[in-house]
């Protein structure tokens, strides 16, 4: 028999007991996966980070959202998918407002090339549209503050 194969068992049986074999041959090494805790320093570090500066500083009605905890959490109201975009916002392409109204919206900015700012989305919660009674307050708002309306 050859020798490999005499001395696996006897290998096996060593290191269910801790012991590390000596013998020559191919060996693996156990790295500790640190990318969950990665991931949760990460998520800790962004929890409350403030967004870059709004545009504008909004009415008593659209409330510009400045932290990443805010962004989040409209994110998940109004299933926007804002959160998926927190490079857009952490940069200052992108920037959102939370409507105050009767009907609750979140308004997203986008930067424009050729317009500046302009409004990118008017979404209700659960990822609904908002009435158009609603759509048309909310970029007369924004209109009379000077930013254009992207067709959305």
Sequence with gaps: MHTALAARPAAKAAIRHGE???????RTTHTPDHAREDDAWLAAKLRDTALFETPW??????????????????SAVFANRMWDRLDWFLDGQEACFLWA???????????DPMFGWTLREITGRDGRPVN????AEIVARFAA???????M
Excluded at 64 to 74: E, G, I, N, S, Y
Excluded at 101 to 111: C, F, P
Excluded at 132 to 135: M, S
């Design 20 to 26: 590390v074999p000596c013998a020559a041959g191919p």
């Design 57 to 74: 500083e909004g009415d008593a009605r659209l409330i510009p959202v400045r932290t990443t905890r805010a962004l989040k959490d409209a």
């Design 132 to 135: 158009a009674a609603t759509e």
């Design 101 to 111: 109204g009767a009907e609750k919206a979140a308004v997203t900015l986008r930067t």
């Design 145 to 151: 503050a000077g930013f254009r309306c992207r067709a």
